[in-house]
C-alpha cells in the first residue's frame, strides 16, 4: 500500500498529484503563486489549492508519501528533498517522489527546503496515525486540529536572502501567524476552531517560522501533552509550551458552540527568557508504556544500555567571509556542490567534488574559517554521541533528515565527559529537531543505520570508543536562572 507523488513544474509554478494505488488516497496539489495579504501588504506566496498554508495529509502507519520533515525515509535517502540529495525540479520537467512512511506515528510538516521557500508559503501539516490495531493511550479526542504558528516578514524570501549573502541578519519579524492569519488582541475576528463544552480536543502545534520561538498557550485553559515529534510523551499538564526554531505575539479565536460575546482581551504574561524554556524541556519524558507504530511499548528499545561507539563535539560560530554571513561547525562552514553529494557517491565521482572529514570529532583551537562541502563519514550503525555547543547569544535550532535521535541532557556552559553522569538514559524523547540555548550544550544519541542524514541549522540570527553506559535514571538537575 503506498501512495507516490508526481511534481510537474512549469513557468515556475507545478502541480502535484498523488495517484490512488490500492485504493488509499487521491490528492491533486495545484501549486501556484496568488496575491495574499497575511499582515495587511500584499506579498506574492507559494499557494496549494489556492490556499495558505497548504492543504492537511493525514495518513496512518505504513502508507507512502512525498518528502516530509521528520519522516525517517527507512532505506531510502533518495526523497528527502534537500539540496544535498535531490537536484532541484526544472522548469518544464516532473519528479515522482515514492517511499514509505514506516514505523512512524505523530504529527510533521512539510514545507519548501531551498532559498528560504518557506517564508513564501507551500507548507502544511501532515499526521501519521497509528493502526487502528495499536491502542493510543489517551482517549479518542471529539476533533484534532492543525495549528501552524510562526513568525513572518513583509519581504520577500529573495530580500530575506539578501541580507544574509550581503553579511546582515535577518533583523526582527514583522508579526505572527497562526494558520496564516494574523490577530490583534481584542479585535473581532471569526474563529479558527469551534468546540462543544465538555468535550476534548487535540491540536497538533508547529512552529513553521524562520527565527522566532513562540510560546502556545490557550486562555483560561491548561493542555495535557500526549505526543511530540513522533513519541508519546508522559501527559504532563501545562499552561503554556514554547515551540522553537525574542518572543513574539499573535493571536486567533477558538470559540465554544454555546459561547456568548467576545473573548477576554486581558492574556496572561508571557514566559520571559530562555531559562524557563529549558526547565520546561526538561520535563518531557518518553512515556514507557505507550506503544508508537509497533504493539510493543516504546522502552522496549533500551537505547541507555548501548555502548556509544563514537564521540562527535560540534561548535557552532557565525562569522562574515566575502561580504556574507556565514555559519559553521568547528570552523567549516558548508556549501552544497553543483551536483548534489548523493549522486556523486552513486557515480564514484565524489573524490572530484568533496573530501570527507574535513573537521575533527573535536573542534580545534583555530580561528580560520573554511567554506566547503562539510561531510562526516560514519561507520554502519555505530551508535553515536553528539554533542552541539552553542556559544552565540542565540537559541540555535538543529534538524537531522531522515533521522530521530535521543536528546539525553541540556544545560548551559561547555561540556566535558563527566556530564555523562547527568544523561537521561531512560526516558528521553525520541524526536528529530533540537534547540540548543544560549551559551549551553546539548547531547542527543543515535544509530546510524539507513541513509545520509543532513544536519541543518533552522534558519534563524544564526539563519572513539568511550566505555559501556549503565542504564540508569538519574534526577533532572538544579533549576536553571539566566546568568
Known amino acids: 500500500m503506498y501512495i507516490q507523488g508526481i511534481v510537474h513544474v512549469l513557468n515556475g ?50 502508507n507512502m508519501f512525498s518528502s516530509m520533515s521528520g519522516i525517517q525515509q527507512r532505506k531510502n535517502s533518495w526523497e528527502d528533498g ?54 493510543v493511550h489517551y482517549d479518542e479526542p471529539a476533533n484534532d486540529y492543525t495549528v501552524l504558528i510562526g513568525d513572518w516578514y513583509t519581504k520577500s524570501h529573495k530580500e530575506l536572502w539578501g541580507f544574509l549573502d550581503s553579511g546582515r541578519p535577518l533583523g526582527r519579524p514583522d508579526g505572527v501567524l497562526i494558520n496564516g492569519k494574523s490577530g490583534k488582541v481584542g479585535a473581532k475576528q471569526e474563529p ?21 520561538s513562540l510560546n502556545f498557550r490557550i486562555q483560561g485553559h491548561t493542555m495535557k501533552l500526549v505526543e511530540m515529534e513522533g513519541s508519546h510523551t508522559v501527559q504532563n499538564v501545562y499552561d503554556s509550551l514554547d515551540v522553537h526554531i525574542e518572543v513574539q505575539t499573535g493571536t486567533a479565536i ?27 524541556f526538561r520535563t518531557f519524558r518518553w512515556n514507557l508504556t505507550a506503544s508508537a507504530a509497533r504493539p ?23 562569522s562574515r567571509a566575502n561580504g556574507k554571513l556565514r555559519y559553521d561547525f568547528n570552523d567549516v562552514s558548508h556549501t552544497d556542490p553543483t551536483t548534489p553529494l548523493k549522486l556523486t557517491e552513486y557515480f ?21 574559517l573554511s567554506e566547503q562541502p562539510n561531510v562526516l563519514n560514519m561507520t554502519f550503525r555505530n551508535f553515536v554521541e553528539l554533542i552541539f555547543e552553542n556559544h552565540e547569544k542565540n537559541i540555535q ?33 525520541s524526536r528529530h529537531i533540537i534547540h540548543v540555548f544560549p551559551k549551553s550544550w546539548e547531547t542527543i544519541l543515535l544509530t546510524y543505520v539507513r541513509q545520509r542524514g543532513h544536519v541543518e541549522y533552522q534558519v534563524g ?23
Not at 192 to 212: D, I, Q, S
Not at 255 to 263: D, I, L, P, Q
Not at 304 to 318: D, H, K, Q
Not at 461 to 483: F, H, N, W, Y
Request: proline letters at 6%; hydrophobic letters at 35%; one cysteine or more.
Open 461 to 483: 540570527e544564526m539563519g572513539e570508543d568511550v566505555g559501556s553506559t549503565a542504564l540508569r535514571q538519574r534526577s533532572i538537575p538544579r533549576k536553571i536562572t539566566e546568568g
Open 82 to 135: 534537500v539540496p544535498g540529495t535531490n537536484c532541484p525540479i526544472a522548469l518544464g520537467t516532473n519528479f515522482t517522489y515514492k517511499f514509505q512512511v514506516k514505523d512512524q506515528i505523530g504529527n510533521y510538516v512539510y514545507y519548501p527546503s531551498m532559498g528560504m521557500h518557506r517564508e513564501t508559503g507551500a507548507f502544511g501539516g501532515l499526521r501519521i496515525h497509528s493502526r487502528v490495531l495499536i491502542p
Open 192 to 212: 479558527l476552531f469551534t468546540m462543544e463544552p465538555g468535550k476534548k480536543y487535540k491540536y497538533m502545534v508547529c512552529n513553521v517560522g524562520l527565527k522566532a
Open 296 to 318: 510493543n511499548p516504546q522502552v522496549s528499545y533500551h537505547y541507555g544500555a548501548i555502548n556509544i561507539t563514537r564521540t562527535i563535539r560540534l561548535v557552532n560560530n557565525v
Open 348 to 368: 564514484n565521482v565524489e573524490n572530484k567534488v568533496f573530501k570527507y572529514n574535513m573537521i575533527k570529532d573535536e573542534p580545534e583551537n583555530t580561528t580560520d
Open 397 to 429: 535550532s538543529y534538524h537531522i533528515d531522515g533521522y530521530s535521535f535521543f536528546a539525553v541532557a541540556v544545560e548551559p556552559g561547555t561540556w566535558s565527559p563527566e556530564k555523562r553522569m547527568d544523561y537521561k538514559l531512560l526516558d528521553a524523547v
Open 13 to 62: 509554478v507545478g502541480t502535484l498529484y498523488f495517484h490512488k494505488f490500492h485504493g488509499v488516497y487521491v490528492f491533486t496539489w495545484n501549486v501556484t503563486y496568488g496575491t495574499i495579504s497575511p499582515l495587511g501588504f500584499a506579498q506574492q506566496l507559494i499557494l496549494i489549492n489556492g490556499e495558505f498554508p497548504g492543504l492537511d495529509i493525514n495518513s496512518t502507519t505504513n
Open 254 to 280: 477558538i470559540s465554544y458552540t454555546n459561547s456568548k460575546g467576545e473573548a477576554s482581551p486581558e492574556l496572561p504574561p508571557a514566559p520571559v527568557g530562555w531559562a524557563w524554556s529549558l526547565n520546561q
